[in-house]
């Protein structure tokens, strides 16, 4: 799988988030890196704590949402909980090929899933943290 890497179109103005995002971007990276290498256990692990990282980030990302008053913010939890639930279906079906070192579509899809998350989820959100200057100018 081709490494992705951070873009602006990733950003959402607010370091606090998007640093988040870039260690999730991260995480996938090494991930990647595991599986080329083929160490399975590594590979399980370091899927494992990307699983958890996101689910911390929704936690995060919602905790502030909710303290900026997001008027939007039941239907960007159930985005949040909609993808939650694509990434541990995506992790759950790949756990044995993560074990046997063969990825498959796994990261590609886990990519997908996070890309998602950055382009569709979070923009609905980036013009009002603009409107009430949560976003700080980390462009």
């Given at each position: 799988?081709?490494?992705?890497?951070?873009l602006?179109s990733?950003?959402t103005?607010?370091?606090?988030?998007?640093?988040?995002?870039?260690?999730?971007?991260?995480?996938l990276k090494?991930?990647a890196?595991?599986?080329?290498?083929?160490?399975?256990?590594?590979t399980?692990a370091?899927?494992?704590?990307?699983?958890?990282l996101?689910?911390?980030?929704?936690a995060d990302e919602?905790?502030?949402?909710r303290d900026s008053?997001?008027?939007?913010?039941d239907?960007?939890?159930?985005?949040?909980?909609?993808?939650s639930?694509?990434?541990?279906?995506?992790?759950?079906s790949?756990?044995d090929?993560?074990?046997?070192?063969?990825a498959?579509?796994?990261l590609?899809?886990l990519?997908?899933v996070l890309?998602?998350?950055?382009?569709?989820?979070?923009?609905?959100?980036?013009?009002?943290?603009q409107?009430k200057?949560l976003?700080?100018?980390?462009h």
């Amino acid at each position: 799988m081709k490494t992705l890497g951070w873009l602006k179109s990733f950003e959402t103005g607010n370091a606090f988030i998007d640093d988040q995002h870039k260690k999730l971007l991260l995480c996938l990276k090494e991930l990647a890196i595991l599986v080329g290498q083929a160490k399975s256990e590594e590979t399980h692990a370091k899927c494992q704590e990307l699983q958890h990282l996101v689910d911390s980030h929704f936690a995060d990302e919602e905790s502030f949402l909710r303290d900026s008053d997001f008027p939007r913010l039941d239907k960007h939890v159930a985005q949040h909980l909609e993808s939650s639930e694509s990434f541990n279906r995506i992790c759950s079906s790949c756990e044995d090929a993560c074990k046997g070192n063969s990825a498959g579509p796994c990261l590609p899809n886990l990519a997908i899933v996070l890309v998602d998350h950055f382009l569709q989820g979070d923009l609905d959100f980036k013009s009002f943290l603009q409107m009430k200057g949560l976003a700080n100018g980390n462009h």
